[in-house]
């Protein structure tokens, strides 16, 4: 729980009176809230859908969800993320559970996701590894689109896996969920691919000061040039791959040549880089010979 979440505000004055829906979202504006995320707050402290939220505008809003609406507004307008605040993010169709302890999925990762049921889904039971897992987003949607599919998940964060775990059951989807540090944990297994979403950002990248700042940093930051645990996962990689086998890795827009001179300096071939639906390099893949 953050210390904004543990004070308890008193009610501004304009909102001592019971109020609507309608005027709550009016006076949400004074908080300089964007419209759209007011609307989900809202929705979200009333436990309703947007269809019944703007069925019924006249709604009165109870005294103690208004104060704990006031709470969420002030918390969204210090910059943290809606996902942390309603603890929900929605991923490849997946409702999942988010804590500050995982990285927000985001939809540029939907995009590994994708490449990755594309290329496997001939196969009747492929074994994948996702490294790295987080809050479980890739490991669970490979899991829900590939059936046959043998998944394993790992992640160093004793926080992250407990989350994962968490959307798995939620979603009725198996994996095997391993602590790992990398592929520690992992002598002598193989897999017919691997996926990874590690961190990315340099150390100084001007874009941690934003709203990235409540994420953990472990999850982001990955070395001076951002390239550190790419290159750990490139190099380590080929121990658990079996002969054909794929991986693939999300990176940031400007490291594509730099993440496919690793593959060719590891000696994979077949070395691929696909752009995300803003048109920028997102993910490379290689093959292992």
Not at 7 to 27: F, I, K, M, N, T
Not at 75 to 88: D, F, N, V
Not at 98 to 120: G, K, M, Q, W
Not at 205 to 215: K, N, Q, S, T
Request: some cysteine; overall charge negative; proline content about 7%.
């Amino acid at each position: 729980m953050t210390k904004l979440q543990c004070q308890a505000p008193a009610l501004p004055d304009e909102w001592q009176a019971p109020h609507s829906v309608g005027r709550a979202l009016e006076l949400a504006r004074r908080f300089a809230v964007d419209a759209a995320d007011a609307r989900l707050l809202l929705q979200h402290v009333l436990a309703l859908t947007h269809a019944q939220l703007i069925a019924r505008p006249e709604r009165l809003v109870p005294a103690a969800d208004a104060e704990h609406y006031v709470q969420l507004l002030r918390r969204r307008a210090a910059g943290e993320p809606l996902a942390y605040i309603t603890g929900r993010r929605e991923f490849y169709g997946l409702d999942l559970v988010v804590s500050p302890d995982v990285l927000i999925p985001r939809p540029e990762t939907e995009l590994l996701v994708e490449i990755a049921i594309s290329a496997l889904a001939a196969l009747p039971s492929p074994q994948i590894l996702d490294a790295g897992t987080g809050s479980g987003a890739i490991a669970i949607a490979l899991g829900r689109a590939l059936p046959g599919a043998s998944v394993t998940a790992i992640d160093r964060s004793t926080a992250a896996l407990a989350v994962a775990r968490e959307n798995a059951a939620r979603h009725g989807v198996a994996v095997e969920f391993l602590q790992s540090d990398w592929f520690a944990a992992l002598a002598g297994r193989r897999f017919d691919a691997i996926l990874a979403n590690p961190p990315y950002v340099a150390l100084a990248d001007p874009h941690l000061a934003g709203e990235i700042r409540f994420e953990p940093q472990s999850a982001l930051v990955s070395g001076v040039d951002g390239l550190d645990a790419l290159r750990q996962i490139i190099a380590g990689a080929p121990q658990h791959l079996n002969a054909g086998a794929m991986l693939w890795v999300e990176h940031g827009f400007d490291q594509a040549p730099a993440v496919s001179n690793l593959f060719r300096a590891a000696g994979y071939s077949a070395i691929t880089t696909s752009r995300d639906l803003a048109g920028l390099p997102r993910v490379s893949g290689a093959k292992l010979a």
